[in-house]
């Protein structure tokens, strides 16, 4: 591998980590509201609602059903639109954060799912409002799985940031296709291949840490 | 005194899918301030429900339901979660925040109700020292005991100094010893606050050992209520008394007959007998009255249990007689015992019915 190339992972690494972390982030801005919502007026929830729980349910579902290549051309003239190109790491930030959110939204619902019902009894019997129930029992006692969902979701990610560099996304994604692809560079193909092993490895740990970390249900 | 909790002409139904359950059916009853009041039922009677209304986790179908004097029906949302910081909850698995710490467990009610975090703190190690717990104030839930968790419990439903305790089978995830110690736990801040408490369970023993008041719920209706000395030694409905009989827990009561039913009673021969349960109180511990009897009447009797308990503080004999098949003699026995100052009740076709020998 020439230096040049060298450079150029780097700057792939550098890319698919920005990608990555900066879709995650605002993918949770809007997932995160809205697996709070399908939680609270669900059929169990807080304030069921069914009407409201349709809307935000078939929408999660609509949107995940779109495969992330069909999604990546599907958006781009929203991404024209905010980013003003459709190539580039940045530019694939766009279509990222419309397949995670629903994504992230429903792993949110699974998560406050799962608390314990009788602790939310136990928050209203104490006179709790709704909002102090989210923001004071749900996501703290769902922080292990929430940790957990948020892991996968940028595992997830990561692969979704790999798949847009067939159309130029940016990235490690983009450099294996370029030149392992068109040009058979085999060693740059598995650089990148073993390079993307390590980053989701490095997530996993990170987020695995951090869960364990933060779970105090256990002796 | 006045009645704090006050609920009259309660009704309460489930839709479900494809039937209406009444879970409460014209409930009224009245609870006294610094009454510590026991609600029994066997699981399913309606008791958790019931209780539930009394905060208004539950909202009735029909009736109301006056905390202090106050319409819970009446109150906006604001209001009720005010008031709701004045009725402390205990629950059987405890429902502590498992994710935070004992004293944050604590500081729970009084932050939510806008208590400086300082303060909040202050009162919280103030309650654990109440329970006996200050040495965990840091610990985690998962680090305690059932006993300890429930003391963590009873901490937090205390922590905005309410007037009323409400303890939904507080004790039936604990062993006999626990139960103890939190009934005497309870018994303490019931008698040094004077807070009132609601008492939900399914043993009877809990309801002897620490109320003053009871009500017996049987699917979904109130079919008794009382003192309960006087319940105990004068039990009117049938539920009452299979409750009383033995002292048993309903749940356990319900297997027994069923395991009778299955095997037929060991001792057939006993049930031709005529059974009464007497209770002596503490006037009647003088005379050797069963002596007596069986010398007046020259005619044995089967003694099939004899037991002290403890109701509400004071020791009360109780004993299970099997008498004469002759009606005769068995009546004129019974008046003798009734002229000595006991209670009797004839209890044959409950004894039977449980295979009580």
Known sequence: MTSNEINMIIAGVWQTVYMTLVSTLIGYLIGLPWGIALTVTGQEGLHPNRGVYRVLDVFANIMRSVPFLIMLILVMPLTMLLVGKTYGSTATIVPLVISAAPLIARMVESSLNEVDHGVIEAAQSAGASNLQIIFRVLLGEARVSLISGATITVGTILGYSAMAGTIGGGGLGDIAIRYGYYRYQANILWTTVILLVLLVQLFQFIGTMISVKMDKRHN | ?357
């Open chain 2, 1 to 357: 005194m006045a009645a704090i909790i006050e609920v009259k002409d309660l009704y309460k139904t489930f839709q479900t899918k494809d039937a209406t359950v009444e879970a409460l059916k014209d409930i009224s009853l009245q609870i006294e301030e610094g009454d510590v009041f026991g609600i029994i039922g066997m699981s399913g009677a309606g008791k958790s429900t019931l209780v539930r209304c009394l905060n208004y986790l539950e909202v009735p179908t029909k009736g109301t339901v006056l905390i202090g004097g106050k319409d819970l029906a009446a109150l906006t949302s604001s209001e009720l979660r005010e008031l709701r910081s004045k009725i402390g909850m205990i629950f059987q698995n405890f429902n502590l925040l498992m994710q935070s710490t004992v004293i944050d467990n604590i500081c729970f009610p009084l932050l939510i109700h806008g208590t400086p975090k300082a303060e909040a703190r202050k009162r919280a190690e103030k309650l654990l020292e109440t329970v006996g717990l200050s040495s965990k104030a840091k610990a985690y839930p998962a680090q305690l005991s059932g006993g300890q968790r429930q003391r963590v419990a009873i901490a937090r439903a205390l922590a905005c100094d309410p007037r009323i305790l409400l303890c939904d089978e507080a004790t039936s995830a604990l062993d006999p010893q626990t139960t103890q110690q939190i009934l005497e736990l309870l018994r303490k801040i019931n008698r040094e606050t004077g807070i009132t408490i609601v008492i939900i369970t399914h043993s009877m023993n809990v309801v002897r050992e620490i109320c003053h008041n009871v009500a017996i719920v049987e699917n979904g209706e109130i079919v008794e209520q009382g003192l309960v000395e006087e319940i105990f030694t004068h039990p009117k409905s049938r539920a009452a008394r299979r409750l009383i009989i033995e002292g048993k827990d309903p749940d356990q009561w319900e297997k027994e007959q069923e395991k009778t039913a299955a095997h037929g009673s060991t001792v057939p021969e006993l049930h031709e007998h005529r059974r009464i349960r007497i209770v002596f109180t503490k006037n009647s511990s003088y005379e050797p009255v069963i002596a007596n009897m069986i010398l007046t009447f020259q005619e044995p009797v089967n003694i099939l249990k004899a037991d002290t308990k403890d109701v509400g503080g004071v020791a009360r004999g109780e004993m299970i007689l099997g008498l004469s098949t002759d009606k005769g003699i068995s009546d004129r026995q019974i008046a003798y015992l009734e002229e000595r100052g006991l209670a009797v009740e004839d209890i044959t076709d409950i004894a039977a019915e449980a295979g009580v020998n």
